[in-house]
């Protein structure tokens, strides 16, 4: 059955800073999701990436997959307040299966 | 217009009764789902339905029955509450049940609160 591990959980970062989030999944996935969540709302999709070494970039955000090691990234760049939120990653088999979240604060 | 909606948005109860959560989508997708995300934010699969049809069906206490009148619409009804239910559910579409690139849309969640 498909598991998917998100690290860090939590992410304090400084307007400014680079970080990046991982996403790892346990067996094969169709394709990786990710999602952000803003407190009390709901989730709104960020990428879909279905290849391996796919690379999808929205603003400050970019999102790579490697299938080989099952893993994806959320790199941010030049985090700014507005980012705040929790970001989940998700695998399909079957399925959604959602990692745990990663609540990330990008402080002033 | 709101792509998936669901009502109501909050929904205080108390333990032993029995509620209905009610969502629908206007985006013409064939496919819905009801998730589940508890106090720690972990977000679980509960029910899917394609085109009407039961596809999904996670281990859920049979006390949670979905009901899809029609594929726009996808209702959640829960019998004799208890205090563990208490989460937030949110319904999703998609336009199939597993296309290629078959992104989910979530409603805004209803936030069920059992006293």
């Known amino acids: 059955e498909l598991k998917v591990e998100q690290n860090p959980l939590f992410l304090s970062m400084q307007e400014g800073k680079n970080y990046t989030i991982y996403c790892n999944y346990s067996?094969?996935?169709?394709?990786l999701y990710w999602y952000r969540q803003d407190p009390g709302k709901s989730l709104e999709s960020l990428f879909v990436?279905?290849?391996?070494?796919a690379v999808k970039q929205e603003g400050r955000l970019m999102a790579s997959l490697d299938t080989k090691a099952r893993l994806s990234t959320l790199h941010i760049t030049a985090a700014v307040h507005d980012l705040s939120a929790t970001y989940f990653c998700?695998?399909?088999?079957?399925?959604?299966?959602f990692g745990a979240g990663t609540i990330l604060r990008v402080k002033s | 217009d709101t792509a998936v909606s669901q009502t109501p948005k909050y929904l205080v109860t108390q333990m032993g009764n029995d509620k209905s959560i009610k969502c629908e989508q206007n985006?013409?997708?064939?496919?819905m789902y009801w998730y589940k995300q508890d106090s720690k934010k972990f977000l679980k699969i509960m029910f899917s339905?394609?085109?009407?049809?039961?596809?999904i069906n996670e281990t859920v206490p049979n006390r949670f029955s979905p009901k899809s009148p029609d594929k726009a619409h996808l209702n959640l009804h829960i019998n004799s509450l208890e205090l563990g239910d208490s989460a937030v559910y949110f319904c999703?579409?998609?336009?199939?049940?597993?296309?290629?690139?078959?992104?989910?849309?979530f409603g805004p969640g209803t936030r069920l609160t059992v006293l």
């Open positions: 999703a579409s998609s336009l199939t049940s597993g296309g290629a690139i078959d992104t989910q849309y």
């Open positions: 067996t094969t996935s169709d394709r």
């Open positions: 990436l279905l290849s391996n070494g």
């Open positions: 998700a695998g399909y088999g079957n399925k959604l299966v």
């Open positions: 985006l013409g997708h064939d496919t």
């Open positions: 339905y394609n085109n009407k049809e039961l596809i």
